[in-house]
């Protein structure tokens, strides 16, 4: 049965200092809301728990998409169309920007946020698997101040992660390092449209004389939280883009994922389906000339 | 700014060109509150879980689905509901393709099919029939398989190009 508004208390501050001040005062008791795309459908259903909402949607410090030399620093309140639209992102993080293209329909991605999508710590986000992939930190502020951590350790495991109740995300930064690799992202799920992912790739690398170099891989809905294939990746280093090769890292991609059978899809079907979509990158990219 | 629980709270926006003021519980959604106190009903509710489209809506000029925003969060904004669409002589040609195409069955989707269409068309005003499917993409219809959807806005932005 849908929440009673009434239940709810509502802020509503203009900056970014405030609604840490008020996460200071009672660290516990507010949730954060952003563009309300996923919090709105738990007031649906009936299963907010929590009775204060901080309404940090379109706070101006929060929305800026700053570039410099180095790196691009997104703010955690950009919106999925935010990302799109964004010129650098499009260039140089198309993972990214694939991940927003197919994040819900068109209203979602005007309401969803990057922020949102990283609190909300669903194994299926779409844009988790190209942070892992790209190595992004998160900037996390509070009234202490800011710290800045690297976003592979800040899912520790199903829906937990190492943010503090006091403690909003305030900027993803992604390095400038990528625009040479070859990128590669593929979402599957029921239907093109609207769906939840059963499996999603994101995946990086490059091809130099002969040899893969740096291919980094990272997939959604495998796994409790969003996952890297380290041992994958590591095989492949200076290995030429063969059969027997992509074979392999086939059968250790499979093996370093832990999918589960749930509504969306079978665990033995998401096992087939990453070994095929790891399959797909490395061929695809070993057909990609980084050799000038 | 002191949250008050269960506490009614003063909302100003404007909605179809018209500066309205309600007296809101700030959690109520935008969906409700167009329906229930400003009357346009126009603006359906489908899924009540942002999959459907139904009770979309423009904030701003941008696309949304109102079932999922706080009444509050719409504060100071510039709404558009089927309503205004209706009410705009420029996309008179969108509610006649939707006619001459059989875009309409039932009509719980026709609504936010077309403010979609018209969130589309004011940014690009020839698609392509793949432009058009993503811009409806969050639109869900049970009647029509789409196709005659999919025509209407098409046809709609050509009638538009020729005039």
């Known amino acids: 049965m849908r929440s009673d508004p009434a239940d709810y208390e509502f802020a509503a501050p203009t900056r970014l200092e405030e609604a840490v001040r008020l996460l200071a005062e009672q660290p516990k008791a507010w949730l954060p809301i952003a563009g309300g795309t996923d919090v709105m459908v738990q007031f649906a259903a009936g299963t907010l728990a929590a009775r204060k909402l901080l309404s940090i949607w379109n706070l101006p ?32 993080f198309s993972l990214l920007a694939r991940a927003a293209s197919w994040t819900g329909g068109i209203a979602n991605q005007n309401r969803g946020t990057l922020g949102g999508n990283i609190v909300n710590a669903s194994p299926a986000a779409d844009s988790l698997p190209a942070l892992l992939a790209y190595e992004a930190d998160l900037v996390l502020c509070s009234a202490r101040g800011e710290r800045r951590v690297p976003y592979v350790n800040f899912h520790t495991g199903y829906k937990q992660m190492e943010l503090a109740p006091d403690e909003l995300i305030r900027a993803v930064c992604l390095p400038r390092r990528f625009s040479g690799y070859f990128s590669h992202a593929r979402k599957v799920g029921a239907r093109n449209a609207q769906a939840i992912s059963k499996v999603s790739v994101a995946a990086l690398g490059r091809v130099q004389n002969g040899e893969f170099r740096d291919v980094r891989i990272a997939l959604g809905s495998v796994a409790p939280v969003p996952l890297r294939l380290p041992e994958t990746e590591h095989a492949l280093q200076g290995k030429p ?32 389906v990453v ?9 695809a990219l070993g057909r990609a000339n980084h050799d000038k | 700014m002191t949250p008050n629980r269960g506490a009614k709270r003063e909302i100003s926006f404007v909605v179809n060109g018209d500066h309205r003021t309600v007296c809101v519980y700030p959690m109520e959604r935008l969906l409700d509150v167009l329906r ?23 904030i701003d000029g941008a696309l949304v689905d109102s079932c999922l925003v706080p009444v509050a969060q719409a504060e100071g904004a510039r709404i558009v509901t089927i309503e205004g669409v209706a009410a705009n ?48 993409s969050g639109n869900l219809c049970r009647c029509t398989g789409y196709l005659q959807i999919l025509e209407a806005v098409a046809e709609a932005a050509r009638r538009t190009a020729v005039r």
């Open chain 1, 61 to 92: 410090e929060l929305r800026r998409i700053e570039i410099s030399p180095h790196e691009i620093r997104i703010g955690a309140g950009s919106t999925y169309s935010d990302l799109r639209g964004h010129e650098v992102i499009a260039r140089e």
């Open chain 1, 241 to 272: 883009p063969e059969a027997d090769v992509i074979a392999h890292a086939r059968r250790l991609a499979v093996a370093e994922t832990r999918p589960i059978d749930d509504i969306r899809s079978t665990a033995r079907y998401r096992a087939e």
């Open chain 1, 275 to 283: 070994g095929n979509l790891v399959v797909e990158f490395l061929e």
């Open chain 2, 36 to 58: 229930q106190q400003l009357s346009l009903t126009g603006t359906k509710e489908g899924c009540g879980e942002g999959e459907c489209g139904a009770c979309s809506v423009l």
């Open chain 2, 89 to 136: 002589p420029r996309f008179s040609a969108l509610g006649q393709a939707f006619l001459d195409c059989g875009g309409a069955q039932c009509g719980i989707c026709t609504p936010g099919m077309m403010v979609a269409a018209v969130h589309l068309l004011d940014r690009n005003s020839a698609p392509t029939m793949d432009d058009i499917r993503e811009g409806l």
